[in-house]
T-cell receptor
Framework: GENVEQHPSTLSVQEGDSAVIKCTYS??????FPWYKQELGKRPQLIID?????GEKKDQRIAVTLNKTAKHFSLHITETQPEDSAVYFC????????????FGSGTRLQVQP | GAVVSQHPSWVICKSGTSVKIECRSL??????MFWYRQFPKQSLMLMAT?????????EQGVEKDKFLINHASLTLSTLTVTSAHPEDSSFYIC????????????FGSGTRLTVV
């Protein structure tokens, strides 16, 4: 089955700096890679996703890059704000959504004001 | 957008009792429902995949006789934790794919189970 590894487990940045979280996956059949933000006790919130036919996607301060050959994808948050502090999970899936998401281990991001 | 309603949001039960968690897709038909468990400060781990009208597929290490999954209709899937023990205390969350062709995973709001 799919295995997703995520680094770092914790990340502390100063407000206004950039944050980068990296994930690798093992199953070459995976073709959908979402990123989620999760607040304590809440459901994961999709913040951005990318499909394997695209190398990069950007939405305001958030961007995701995908290297399908190397089987890794990254989340980039620019101009971080204190409200960006949360736990972020990467995930991978395939088969047009008929397969469950496999999640990375999570990154706790702390943005220091 | 697609909504999955999950109930209860939290439950406290005594050790040895059973607890049922419901997930309903409100505005789409969920032929497949995924059930996850999340322990504190850990990731979401897939427990099982349920398909409407058929038996659920359980992940390795998940006891199918302890975690009963029923998916009798296209809009309702239930997870019953039988003979719950304190080690079953966790955050349980369901997810369905609402996308007609591709991807659109929607999550329930989660159930915090505490077994005392």
């Amino acid at each position: 089955g799919e295995n997703v590894e995520q680094h770092p487990s914790t990340l502390s940045v100063q407000e206004g700096d950039s944050a980068v979280i990296k994930c690798t996956y093992s199953d070459s059949a995976s073709n959908y890679f979402p990123w989620y933000k999760q607040e304590l006790g809440k459901r994961p919130q999709l913040i951005i996703d990318i499909r394997s036919n695209v190398g990069e996607k950007k939405d305001q301060r958030i961007a995701v890059t995908l290297n399908k050959t190397a089987k890794h994808f990254s989340l980039h948050i620019t101009e971080t704000q204190p409200e960006d502090s949360a736990v972020y999970f990467c995930a991978a899936s395939g088969n047009r959504g008929r397969r469950a998401l496999t999640f990375g281990s999570g990154t706790r991001l702390q943005v220091q004001p | 957008g697609a909504v999955v309603s999950q109930h209860p949001s939290w439950v406290i039960c005594k050790s040895g009792t059973s607890v049922k968690i419901e997930c309903r897709s409100l505005d789409f038909q969920a032929t497949t429902m995924f059930w996850y468990r999340q322990f504190p400060k850990q990731s979401l781990m897939l427990m099982a995949t349920s398909n409407e009208g058929s038996k659920a597929t359980y992940e390795q290490g998940v006891e199918k006789d302890k975690f009963l999954i029923n998916h009798a209709s296209l809009t309702l899937s239930t997870l019953t934790v039988t003979s719950a023990h304190p080690e079953d205390s966790s955050f349980y969350i369901c997810s369905a794919n609402a996308g007609a062709q591709n991807y659109g995973y929607t999550f329930g709001s989660g159930t915090r189970l505490t077994v005392v």
